[in-house]
């Protein structure tokens, strides 16, 4: 499907209407493909990348860290870690450095940070639990209500410096697990841990080239409360447990649309595209010869030097009248033309291998049948060396009773007799011709 060929002319076998009816197509055939490139790209341009969801088994999961923020004066009363062991309930106290609470202009902060070795694990650590106390009288004059704001342990965006701050996805972890707590009330917190890999942003992105992640965890959580049985309603209780110990939920951006992609779905076209041209008008002329051969310096015009010393007496290229030449030159000439096609069919046009296999076997098989007529025939010809031919004269006759022992003796008065007729028959002869 060369355009410029067309432009050319029509051959000598072809009307004009077909040339114009070719270059009609062609020309409707590279706007329609225009387009679809221009399509391809401003989808590039508009992409957004879509999240990849997988769960990936683990040995164990950290705990959240959590921030509670009130109007009055609380404190941590009771941290506790219950762990499973033998399938016996043991509790154990939190490491006094889990627990903080400080105060932020009007507000009171009580902050929950496992230790790292604190991690949640099957028949080990099955829950932890927490209780917070208000050490202050509840009036009508302070609201009682409190903020619990959830975030996983390795991106806790209360404290932690955040160097790459995505606005969109680090202000939805913000607020996405962020509850109210009222007093005398107990609550079960359970979670799920998320990682997100975040493509970093880049202009290599878009060409299709393997991105740069950037990993955030975080956790999707739940709050469920009911009424505390206490005589103290100044209490809030919270018991921390995750929904799976051994599974991660991963959630991965991938590019849908790149230019390599693209460039792909611009091949699949024109590969369509051409298939339809070749149906409605046929295949184009073949052409063994690239950019390498017609343009590049140097190795244009000494693959063309070349090819001129190698194959000068194709018949493509030798214009003179055979006429002027003897029989003898004519035969030569056109030897040599179909040396020089052959030549070129070979190293351009065709693959030979195969054909050399072919021939090859063809030679050992002529061999092999050569190697076996002449073994045959060894064997007869001996055998036919050792047959005596018997005068007609000779009588066999057995003097002997071994059946293998054979005596032949010639009958001599008829030999005698027959020789004398033979000399009569001479001589009447010899006086004839005298008379």
Not at 74 to 81: G, L
Not at 102 to 125: A, C, H
Not at 148 to 162: C, G, K, Q, R, V
Not at 393 to 416: E, G, M, V
Request: glycine share 4%.
């Amino acid at each position: 499907m060369n355009l410029a060929n067309l432009f050319k002319g029509h051959g000598r076998s072809e009307t004009t209407f077909l040339l114009g009816l070719k270059i009609f197509t062609m020309i409707m055939i590279l706007a329609c493909l225009t387009g679809y490139l221009a399509v391809i790209i401003i989808e590039i341009k508009q992409d957004v990348p879509v999240t990849v969801t997988s769960f990936v088994n683990v040995d164990a999961i950290r705990p959240p860290n959590l921030h509670i923020s009130s109007a009055y004066n609380i404190s941590f009363f009771v941290c506790v870690e219950n762990y499973s062991i033998n399938n016996k309930y043991t509790p154990a106290m939190c490491s006094p450095e889990d627990t903080s609470v400080f105060f932020n202009d009007s507000l009171y902060v009580g902050n929950y940070q496992p230790s790292k070795d604190v991690i949640f694990r099957k028949k080990t650590l099955n829950s932890i639990g927490l209780i917070i106390s208000i050490n202050e009288e509840i009036t009508l004059e302070k609201t009682w209500d409190m903020t619990l704001i959830a975030f996983d342990s390795e991106y806790d965006l209360m404290f932690t410096h955040i160097p790459n701050y995505s606005k969109n996805y680090d202000d939805n972890i913000l607020v996405m697990n962020m509850y109210t707590m009222e007093p005398n009330q107990a609550y079960l917190f359970t979670y799920t841990r998320i990682i997100k890999e975040l493509i970093s942003p880049s202009w290599m992105n878009d060409f299709g080239v393997p991105p740069t992640y950037e990993r955030k965890p975080s956790i999707s959580s739940n709050l469920v409360g009911g009424p505390l049985q206490t005589k103290d309603g100044g209490n809030v209780q919270i018991i921390i447990q995750p929904k799976y110990n051994n599974i991660v939920q991963v959630d991965k951006e991938v590019r849908s649309h790149t230019y390599l992609g693209g460039l792909g779905l611009v091949g699949g076209a024109w590969g369509l595209a051409a298939a339809i041209y070749a149906f409605l008008f046929g295949a184009d002329a073949l052409r063994p010869w690239g950019a390498v051969h017609l343009y590049c310096c140097g190795f244009s015009r000494s693959a063309q030097r070349r090819f001129r010393n190698a194959s000068s007496n194709i018949p493509f290229f030798d214009t003179s009248d055979p006429n002027t030449l003897s029989l003898a030159e004519q035969n030569r000439l056109l030897r040599s033309r179909i040396d020089s096609l052959e030549l070129f069919l070979q190293e351009y046009v065709i693959d030979v291998q195969f054909l050399d296999k072919i021939r090859k076997l063809n030679q050992s098989m002529h061999n092999d049948d050569n190697a076996t007529t002449i073994a045959t025939t060894e064997p007869l010809q001996q055998e036919e060396s050792s047959i005596i031919t018997m005068p007609p004269n000779l009588n066999q006759n057995s003097t002997t009773d071994d059946p293998t022992t054979t005596i032949y003796t010639a009958d001599i008065a008829d030999t005698a007799d027959k020789s004398q007729d033979d000399s009569s028959s001479q001589q009447n002869t010899f006086i004839t011709q005298q008379q």
